[in-house]
């Protein structure tokens, strides 16, 4: 009997207990979560199990499926930090691998001024550098040798015969254009006049200056007039030649300027001047020709060197971000613009040129959008949590023109 009485008195304890306690309503309209681990989301108050910080209420609402609410705490925690969307400038710059390339307009080219052999060259080696007024051949020419004679001839019976009724001046007047034609100088010729004496050998002279780029002839060699026996380059400046696809061509502002770089000369930039595009493509490569004039005035720099040319395109007005506020992950492009107080909504935006820090926006945005340029990660991040889902998941196919 004693054994019933205290199971029933127990039984009365729990009761009572029971009881005793306070009913806790759930209110499904809110939720509590933690400022710094907005992973967790609890029924009823209390501390974040990770950083044991005291949870904080937040309203449950029913966003889209593109949208995300925060609390103000969330948004001071997190740096979210947004800016109107306005037109901009914006320029994009281009790289090219190019090659440095003699100024074909500063080349000079010496030719043989009457057919004969080449006796000696006095220059042998290309990339030889050669003064003007130096002697650069002798050459053997049986022609120029009768022409010679036929002056010294002319000139004694002028001077022998200054009463005949031939005119001898006229005659050594012309024999002495035929030397100055063929190539001798004036010198020479005054030479001639003094000794009366020809050689079989004349020699030429060089009326140029430059570098040796190119030497067909050698000693030995048979010329006809025309021959080409030395071509001479200046290259106080030079061309560094690249070459872009026909689609880059029309950004590229003609008369614009260029920074060349060299991999030979680390450290150092070199300003040059945009002089030319060739509007012909190259069929084999579809691509065209570029070509910037570079001042090379101590002659560091030598023909076949290659180099970097940097290009700015044209500047263009259009809508810009800084590109930390766009998503990229290869295939879209992601951008969170603010739908309210306190609430965001990802957008799919079309991009463009990007310069610096700066990005173009083709089509997805408008003036005027408020756009999160800070913390666009952590909404990213935020959305995972809440949503339970990638963001970049269904944005395939979008309307991005549409707002």
Known sequence: MK?????????????????????????KDEYYTCSMHPQIMEDK???????????????RTNTAADEILLNDEQIRLGNIQTDTI?????????????????DETKVNSINA?????????????MG?????????????????????????????????????IIDFNR???SAKTKLLLWGMSEAQVNELTKTKKASPLTSFY?????????????????????SIIVKLADLSSLWAEAQVYTSQLSAIDLKGTAIVQFPDIPGKEWKGEIEFANPEIVSDSRLNLVRVSIPNPGGLLKPGMPAYVSIKSKELNTLTLPSDAVLRDGKMNIVWVQSGKNSYKMKMV???????????????????????????????????????????AGMEGMDMSSH
């Not at 008195?9 to 309503?25: E, I, R």
């Open 113 to 125: 001024r009457i057919m004969g052999r080449i006796d000696r060259l006095y220059f042998k080696n």
């Open 128 to 164: 030889d550098y050669v003064s003007k007024g130096a002697h650069l051949y002798d050459l053997y020419s049986e022609e120029l040798n009768n022409a010679k004679q036929d002056y010294i001839v002319a000139v004694e019976k002028q001077q022998s015969l200054d009463n005949s």
């Open 350 to 392: 079309q991009t463009g040129l990007e310069s610096g820090d700066r990005l173009e926006i083709k089509s997805g945005l408008q003036n005027g959008d408020v756009v999160v340029t800070r913390g666009a990660y952590l909404l990213n991040s935020e959305f995972v949590f809440k949503k339970g889902g990638n963001t970049m």
């Open 3 to 27: 054994k019933y009485l205290i199971i029933i008195a127990s039984l009365l304890l729990v009761f009572a207990s029971c009881k005793s306690k306070k009913t806790t309503t759930v209110n």
């Open 206 to 226: 060089s009326n140029e200056s430059g570098y040796i780029t190119e030497l067909p002839v050698m000693e030995g060699q048979y010329v006809s007039e025309g």
């Open 171 to 173: 005659l050594v007047q």
């Open 45 to 59: 108050p209390g501390n974040c199990p990770i950083c044991h910080m005291e949870l904080i209420v937040v309203k």
């Open 86 to 102: 306005r037109n901009g400038m914006i320029g994009d710059k281009m790289i090219l691998t190019a090659t440095l390339n003699t």
